[in-house]
Nanobody, 124 residues
């Protein structure tokens, strides 16, 4: 059984930064792509960023490109999302997910294990 636990969310002013972490237990992350998704109130869950199994390939939503950075430490079974220049529209619950294959997917169906999420709120 895989468990993913996100941490690092909180309240920050526009222009500020937050760093999210996702710690996995129950199965090594190293053989799978990992991703971050987010869901704002009244909106569907959307892809934010993904990283392949080895960390050599990443993919970002256009809305966060240049501001967010995804990384992973397979030795620590942890994935990170560094978020800079945050905007009020980044406010959402952020979810970590483990992919079902080596390569990065941009859709929820590419991922088969999910964390419970961490709230990120950006004030204007």
């Amino acid at each position: 059984q895989v468990q993913l636990v996100e941490s690092g969310g909180g309240l920050v002013q526009a222009g500020g930064s937050l760093s999210l972490s996702c710690a996995a237990s129950g199965r090594t992350l190293s053989n799978y792509a990992m991703g971050w998704f987010r869901q704002a109130p009244g909106k569907e869950r959307e892809f934010v960023a993904g990283i392949n199994w080895g960390g050599g390939s990443t993919n970002y939503a256009d809305s966060v490109k240049g501001r967010f950075t995804i990384s992973r430490d397979n030795a620590k079974n942890t994935v990170y999302l560094q978020m800079n220049s945050l905007k009020p529209e980044d406010t959402a619950v952020y979810y970590c997910a483990q992919g079902s294959r080596l390569g990065v997917g941009r859709f929820a169906y590419d991922y088969n294990y999910w964390g419970r999420g961490t709230q990120v709120t950006v004030s204007s």
